[in-house]
């Protein structure tokens, strides 16, 4: 099943974005996705040769962006990223394909990496823990694989709205979203395999390790929860 990778970015964290792709490299490989699209703002970045920019409007709202760039997405699945969300372990890409085709071959709209433990989940299948209508958190940007039609019905369904410090102004995409998909009843799964804690409430994954994420508002590095994550990239990259 072919799917594609999808970075949300924007200029200024342009020095995140390459440790991003160096990483990606490294523990993924870009041989892996159908296509790798990167959502930013037009600016004097190049990104690599392998990668398709899609440019969006910088004062469009987010939702706008999203529901711009994601019309131009072609893949059928898609694995969802920021910038900052660093991989600093090989995949186990035999166990994301797995991931992949249960996805496909299911009513499921997304399979995520970032369990948490803000409310208790019903398993679905094992290691994988059902997430629906009756939800807290039935939406989260995270990593995530996602079939492209339904997370562009999610955005195309929300109002106006923002993330981050924008957020707090103009509303969170991210709380509209849950909304959006109670009233669409859009369900999902989280993979989990009894891996470690990592800060207040989420846990890692064995099956993308990354940081989740690197960067907190102000762009300064979240070395309370990755030090030891961030110390070896940086080093690594001389970043």
């Known amino acids: 099943m072919d799917k594609a990778l999808v970075i949300n970015s924007y200029s200024p964290n342009i020095a995140c974005l390459k440790l991003f792709f160096r990483c990606m490299e490294k523990y993924v490989g870009y041989g892996y996705f159908s296509n790798i699209y990167l959502f930013i703002d037009k600016s004097s970045y190049e990104p690599p040769e392998y990668v398709t920019p899609i440019y969006y409007d910088v004062n469009d709202n987010f939702r706008d962006q999203m529901v711009f760039c994601l019309s131009h997405v072609k893949d059928k699945v898609l694995l969802y990223s920021n910038e900052d969300y660093l991989f600093y372990d090989f995949a186990n890409l035999k166990l994301a394909d797995s991931l992949v085709n249960t996805l496909v ?9 970032c369990h948490t433990d803000l409310e208790i989940y019903q398993e679905y299948q094992p290691k994988l823990f059902l997430i629906d209508k009756s939800c807290e958190n039935t939406f989260s940007q995270t990593l995530t694989f996602w079939k492209t039609e339904d997370l562009l019905k999610i955005h195309q369904n929300c109002p106006p709205s923002e993330i981050g410090a924008k957020g707090d102004m103009f509303g969170h995409l991210e709380v509209a979203a849950k909304q959006v998909c109670r009233n669409l009843n859009i369900k999902g799964a989280c993979y989990y395999n009894n891996e470690e804690k990592r800060g207040l409430c ?16 102000g762009g300064v590095w979240n070395t309370s929860e990755y030090a030891n994550e961030l110390k070896k990239i940086t080093q690594a990259h001389n970043a």
């Open 202 to 217: 989420h846990f890692d994954t064995e099956v993308f390790p990354h940081t989740a994420s690197a960067l907190l508002r």
């Open 105 to 113: 071959d299911s009513d499921l709209s997304f399979v995520k990496f």
